[in-house]
């Protein structure tokens, strides 16, 4: 007797599709005759543990290694979602397996010990960032306003997006409506070709909010460490309207010194790092003073740390006076006719 598979608009994972005969044709004796017997194969029959799917059916060849080509055709079950994993039981692989003749018994299948099959779909993501581009390409298009400088803030976060994985083309608005007072956009959108969103648009809702570029660093940095240029990058972030102290150029950042330690990817503020001070609080420190040709210099003690540049306080230990000098390198002071300079803090 032939076999055949009725398949079922069963809902949710793992759902048996059920068995059902053709019409009964012929005499009598065809009827009665006994259901011919699996296809022979080579060896055991072995389950599989584990598979990765791009279909929405799993098939019992899926399943089940050796199988002919002809049984291992015949649909099981239904798959998980696009981009989720699921599991079968191997009771209901048995169970499906002995119903439609793909086993004479259950002892024809090597399990592998296993209780269960792990199924998964596989699928291409698309990350909220996929999504905020094809708005801002809708919104110039339509609007004819250029979101460049904005960065989409969705109500209730980013929407989790999968589509069938064979699918390159770029997320698209179907619908889309912009406040330009508000900066709000509400719209519907999919990737050309993709039943998973022709079925279900992805519906969104946000807010444009203005972005500038900061400074972040790339890895962790401890305290008194020395940033370089392989230490941090500039991203462009959302407007903080409550501080103005954000970093925004790498060179504001480079060659500086942490001043406590720094997550990587959390914004570089002005108070997170300092210069790198050559002279330290109570070093003693080579005094120079230069003036018409003439060069003099003499042991002193700094009053103050200091970076290139800084002007400090330094002590003479022999006559007690207290000049002021600038950093001019590690350990020198220069105390030359009053110049340039930034004053350090005191410490």
């Not at 029959?45 to 929405?56: A, F, H, K, N, V």
């Not at 940033?227 to 504001?252: C, F, H, K, W, Y």
């Not at 002007?311 to 600038?326: C, D, H």
Request: avoid cysteine; aromatic fraction near 2%; charged fraction near 20%.
């Amino acid at each position: 007797m032939m076999r055949s598979i009725l398949l079922l608009a069963a809902v949710g994972f793992g759902v048996e599709l059920a068995n059902a005969e053709p019409a009964a044709q012929g005499s009598a004796a065809q009827a009665a005759a006994p259901a011919a017997a699996p296809q022979a194969v080579a060896g055991k029959l072995r389950l599989r543990p584990d598979l990765t799917l791009s279909r929405d059916i799993v098939s019992f060849g899926d399943l089940i290694a050796g199988l002919s080509p002809q049984d291992g055709a015949l649909p099981a079950f239904r798959a998980p979602a696009l981009g989720e994993t699921g599991t079968i039981q191997v009771a209901r692989i048995l169970e499906a397996a002995l119903k439609n003749g793909i086993l004479r018994e259950a002892l024809d299948l090597d399990s592998q010990g296993l209780a269960q099959v792990v199924v998964t779909r596989a699928a291409r993501r698309i990350t909220g960032q996929d999504i905020e581009s094809a708005v801002k390409t809708a919104l110039l298009e339509r609007f004819g306003f250029d979101a460049r400088a904005f960065a989409l803030v969705f109500d209730g976060g980013a929407p989790s997006v999968a589509v069938e994985p064979e699918l390159s083309g770029e997320m698209v608005a179907l619908e889309l409506t912009y406040d330009a007072r508000a900066r709000r956009v509400i719209g519907r959108l999919a990737v050309p070709g993709s039943a998973a969103t022709r079925l279900k648009p992805v519906r969104v809702s946000g807010l444009l909010v203005e972005t500038v570029d900061v400074v972040v660093p790339m890895r962790p940095i401890a305290r008194g460490e020395t940033l370089t240029a392989g230490d941090v990058m500039v991203e462009r972030r959302p407007r903080d309207a409550g501080t103005n102290d954000q970093i925004s150029e790498m060179r504001a950042a480079i060659g500086k010194v942490a001043k406590r330690s720094l997550l990587a990817g959390v914004v570089l503020r002005g108070g997170d790092v300092q210069r790198e001070e050559i002279v330290g609080r109570g070093e003693m420190v080579t005094l120079v003073y230069e003036a018409g040709g003439v060069l003099i210099s003499m042991r002193g003690r700094a009053n103050e740390a200091g970076a290139m540049g800084d002007v400090i306080s330094v002590t003479n230990p022999n006559s007690k006076r207290v000049l002021q000098g600038t950093v001019s390198g590690p350990g020198r002071i220069n105390v030359s006719p009053p110049g340039g300079g930034h004053v350090a803090a005191a410490r």
